[in-house]
């Protein structure tokens, strides 16, 4: 990512709220390899990192108008690129989740009740599979993902450094993808159940 300054930032989106299309390709090149790299990281997807940050990347031309309000360029676009891949995890989520039951491949985890929502039995097991991480990275992941605590924050109430909090949330995180691949459920779905139910 090209780095910037607060003040060519601003200036640019002011640009590019005017419609100026090479202001837009400044933008667009500085925030492109880290937002894809955001995305890969959670989907392991080239192409769908790529889509995601296009697309994303179209809404801000789309409502440019709008960058003038706009106080943080990078959380506004971190957010938006984020809203589109989730949207875009769960369409492929939805799908293959109709396909497997289709062809039933979730019978195991099907209860007596067939009205029951698969996403309420995928949460169960998200449930099950965090209460099996070892204390410190079930500490960890618990106080990032569901009290929304920032990494420094956990770092003071644990007296951990800031790098062994990302230790044991890499690990975490590591640990729930290889459980939940055990029980047949890809990486979208973690991802949205992360989403919904985290939070």
Request: no cysteine; aromatic share 10%; net charge neutral.
């Amino acid at each position: 990512m090209a780095l910037i300054s607060l003040d060519t930032e601003t200036d640019l989106l002011v640009r590019v709220a005017n419609g100026d299309e090479k202001a837009f390709e400044q933008l667009f090149y500085a925030y492109y390899d880290k937002l894809g790299a955001f995305v890969y990281q959670l989907t392991s997807s080239d192409i769908l990192a790529e889509e995601v940050v296009q697309e994303a990347f179209i809404e801000v031309w789309l409502r440019r108008e709008s960058l003038r309000e706009i106080s943080s360029f990078r959380g506004y676009i971190f957010i938006l690129t984020k809203n589109r891949m989730l949207n875009a995890l769960r369409k492929i989520a939805n799908e293959k989740l109709r396909n497997e039951i289709w062809q039933g491949g979730l019978i195991q985890y099907e209860s007596a009740d067939a009205g029951d929502d698969p996403v309420d039995r995928y949460k169960a097991i998200l449930e099950e599979a965090i209460q099996k991480l070892p204390p410190q990275q079930q500490k960890v992941f618990k106080m990032s993902k569901i009290e929304h605590l920032k990494q420094e924050e956990i770092a003071r109430v644990l007296q951990l450094s800031p790098e062994t909090v990302k230790k044991h949330m890499k690990l975490a995180l590591k640990f729930l993808r290889n459980y939940f691949a055990e029980a047949r459920i890809d990486l979208p779905l973690l991802v949205i159940l992360l989403s919904r139910f985290l939070r």
